[in-house]
Nanobody, 122 residues
């Protein structure tokens, strides 16, 4: 069972990126999925969550209106669309599974993927 985050890169402030979280060995539609990030010197923080049925989402205040989480269960993939990126969005982004949306929001995760680095230059 593996999760893999991809799609990171270097972008200028105001730019956009789309991160993907893919899974091997398990169907993602059984789980809520969270995106988290960790900036250098900072603790890991949850950014967004999506329920397993794609009907409910959650965002932290700092990304509301700029980030959109979505999922394509047929492709076993969850996305994080990031627009109007800011330097403070810089960090390693991870995806993780949770048993419920509430569990995701509260920070309870069962499987983690390797992260992808997002760097936003000013």
């Amino acid at each position: 069972v593996q999760l893999q985050a991809s799609g990171g890169g270097l972008v200028q402030s105001g730019g956009s990126l789309r991160l993907s979280c893919t899974a091997s060995g398990m169907p993602l539609d059984l789980y809520a999925i969270g995106w988290l990030r960790q900036a250098p010197g900072n603790e890991r923080e949850g950014v967004s969550c999506i329920s397993n049925t794609d009907t409910n989402t959650h965002y932290i205040d700092s990304v509301k209106g700029r980030f959109t989480i979505s999922r394509d269960n047929a492709k076993n993939t969850v996305y994080l669309h990031m627009n109007n990126l800011k330097p403070e969005d810089t960090g390693v982004y991870y995806c993780a599974t949770s048993h419920s949306l509430n569990g995701c929001v509260q920070g309870y995760f069962t499987t983690w993927g390797q992260g992808t680095l997002v760097t936003v230059s000013s």
